[in-house]
Every structure is written in structure tokens, then in C-alpha cells.
């Protein structure tokens, strides 16, 4: 099962997920799920998501290395400083993992997946809003 979730930055808060059975490339999945971009808005995305950038003006993506060169030092700072920002992204998934939904292989009904997975991105809202 392959799962894409959108997640706001300020709050870390899922804002919507997507979800395909069997092996998808990330960026075929985001093409499949239609999500609504808006133009001013940022989006933070990892390697898996190269193309993003054509179909989207406020993509940013971290610089792959060209073959047998090295990367210049300001793509370098470029994707440290890229980083750094996806880190609550990855921070959403680590807790995601937690109800261990990703990690590992999803041995449950195929069909109840993504009923499952927004589920859990639920009480993770619940908890972002009542945790304090």
C-alpha cells in the first residue's frame, strides 16, 4: 500500500491523505489524487517528487548530484537548508508510525486501509488541537 499525506507546516496538523494499492511512484500518486494547488502556496517535497516543480510554482525540491561530479556547495546549503524545513514533515510520519500503520508491511484488509490511515490522521488532528 502506498499512502501520500499532505501536511500543514505551521500547525504539523494532516491536512488530507491519498492512498493506492500495490507500488506507485510518489509523484504518480500525487498525479492521480488531483490534490488542488494553489500557486502562492509552498510545498516542501522530498527526491520522489521531481517533475513537481514543472507542474507547480511553489514546489521546492531538494538538487540531485549530476553523475560523476560533485554538488556545488550552494545546491549543498540549498538542500541542508530544505531539510531543516521538512523535518516536521517527518516528524507527522514518525507519528504515523507510532499506530504502526507504516511501519513495517501492512498485514490488515486492503480495503480498510485508507479508512485506517485517516482515522489515525484524525486523532492526530485531535490530539495537535488538545495537547497543551
Not at 517528487?49 to 525540491?61: D, E, I, N, S, W
Request: a positive charge.
Amino acid at each position: 500500500m502506498k499512502a501520500h499525506i499532505v501536511v500543514e507546516f505551521e500547525t504539523g496538523g494532516v491536512i488530507c491523505t491519498a492512498v493506492e494499492k500495490g507500488r506507485v511512484h510518489d509523484f504518480k500518486l500525487l498525479k492521480r489524487s488531483r490534490l488542488p494547488f494553489v500557486p502562492s502556496q509552498l510545498c516542501l517535497a522530498d527526491k520522489g517528487y521531481q517533475g513537481f516543480g514543472k507542474r507547480h510554482q511553489g514546489a521546492c525540491l531538494p538538487t540531485k548530484k549530476p553523475r560523476n561530479q560533485p554538488l556545488p556547495e550552494a545546491e549543498k546549503q540549498h538542500n541542508r537548508a530544505l531539510a531543516r524545513l521538512r523535518v516536521r514533515v517527518e516528524h507527522v510520519i514518525r507519528r504515523f508510525k507510532i499506530f504502526r500503520i507504516f511501519s513495517g508491511r501492512y498485514r490488515n484488509r486492503r480495503k480498510r486501509f485508507g479508512l485506517r490511515l485517516n482515522l489515525i490522521a484524525g486523532l492526530l488532528n485531535y490530539e495537535l488541537v488538545h495537547a497543551a
